[in-house]
Nanobody, 124 residues
Framework: QVQLRESGGGLVQAGGSLRLSCAAS????????MGWFRQAPGKERDFVSA????????EYGDSVKGRFTISRDNAKNEVYLQMNSLKPEDTAVYYC?????????????????WGQGTQVTVSS
């Protein structure tokens, strides 16, 4: 059974940083794209970032460009999201995702696997 397990969420003040981790099990994603989405209360699920299998290709949502950095460690089957200069509008549940394939996508329906999510709350 494939599982994506997020960790690292929590409460942080505006301007602070958090690092999210996602550990995959049940399948190796070394050749596949992985990424992050988020969903704030009452809002649709938004694309945050994605990374290709090698880590050399990344995509970011417009609202996080320049503040968030995605990375991965294929030896550990993990993906990370370093979040800096956090804003209250970054408050959301963050979901780790993976898709079978190498192409990065910003559309949530194109991802095959989802984690349970981790809450990130940024206070003003």
């Amino acid at each position: 059974q494939v599982q994506l397990r997020e960790s690292g969420g929590g409460l942080v003040q505006a301007g602070g940083s958090l690092r999210l981790s996602c550990a995959a099990s049940g399948r190796t994603f070394n050749s596949d794209a992985m990424g992050w989405f988020r969903q704030a209360p009452g809002k649709e699920r938004d694309f945050v970032s994605a990374i290709n299998w090698s880590g050399f290709s990344t995509e970011y949502g417009d609202s996080v460009k320049g503040r968030f950095t995605i990375s991965r460690d294929n030896a550990k089957n993990e993906v990370y999201l370093q979040m800096n200069s956090l804003k209250p509008e970054d408050t959301a549940v963050y979901y780790c995702v993976a898709r079978i394939g190498t192409v990065l996508h910003k559309q949530s329906s194109l991802y095959d696997y989802w984690g349970q999510g981790t809450q990130v709350t940024v206070s003003s």
